[in-house]
T-cell receptor
């Protein structure tokens, strides 16, 4: 059974700090790893990673995948209060379309 | 293009009543997913369809839960009879299998169910 573990479960930092969120996984026939941000409603897509060592970047957010060690990190620099959310990591495998999610990291940014 | 549309957005019902949640996937998407989210267990996949056919329903908790997808633009998730432990947010999501977006799935805004 595919498994995704995220850490920390929750994190509280001050505005302007940099944070690193972790995601480790076990999946048969790995296809991709995805990061989502969930504020009050639906999770919204951030990144999809399929290859090791290639950083994906969007503004202050970046993410990288290590397929040998089976983990990914999501970095947020110069955090802002609008970054407060639950960040979800999910993995997929070849052969089916479903995503298996971790329980998420709840990030709170204090002004 | 409209995103995934779910209804109702909020539902409060009494234990034992039937609950029907509805979903309209993104037009052109051929895979549809029902997820349940709780504080304790996070996001759990209940069932997913590909080309209107149920592919994996191993996450459906018990016989009280059923899901249908009669056509490419509509799906329902039914709970009968409902119980307080079914209280959760139920998300519908869709994706395009085989597209360049890979396994990126897009979520609706969820149906917030409370069973009292």
């Amino acid at each position: 059974e595919d498994k995704v573990v995220q850490s920390p479960l929750s994190l509280v930092v001050h505005e302007g700090d940099t944070v690193t969120l972790n995601c480790s996984y076990e999946v048969t026939n790995f296809r991709s790893l995805l990061w989502y941000k969930q504020e009050k409603k639906a999770p919204t897509f951030l990144f999809m990673l399929t290859s090791s060592g290639i950083e994906k970047k969007s503004g202050r957010l970046s993410s990288i995948l290590d397929k040998k060690e089976l983990f990914s990190i999501l970095n947020i620099t110069a955090t802002q209060t609008g970054d407060s959310a639950i960040y979800l990591c999910a993995v997929s495998n070849f052969g089916n379309e479903k995503l298996t999610f971790g329980t998420g990291t709840r990030l709170t940014i204090i002004p | 293009d409209a995103g995934v549309i779910q209804s109702p957005r909020h539902e409060v019902t009494e234990m034992g009543q039937e609950v029907t949640l509805r979903c309209k996937p993104i037009s052109g998407h051929n895979s549809l997913f029902w997820y349940r989210q709780t504080m304790m267990r996070g996001l759990e996949l209940l069932i997913y369809f590909n080309n209107n056919v149920p592919i994996d329903d191993s996450g459906m908790p018990e016989d009280r839960f059923s899901a249908k997808m009669p056509n490419a633009s509509f799906s329902t998730l039914k709970i009968q009879p409902s119980e307080p432990r079914d209280s959760a947010v139920y998300f519908c999501a869709s994706s395009l299998q085989g597209g360049n977006s890979g396994n990126t799935i897009y979520f609706g805004e969820g149906s917030w169910l409370t069973v009292v």
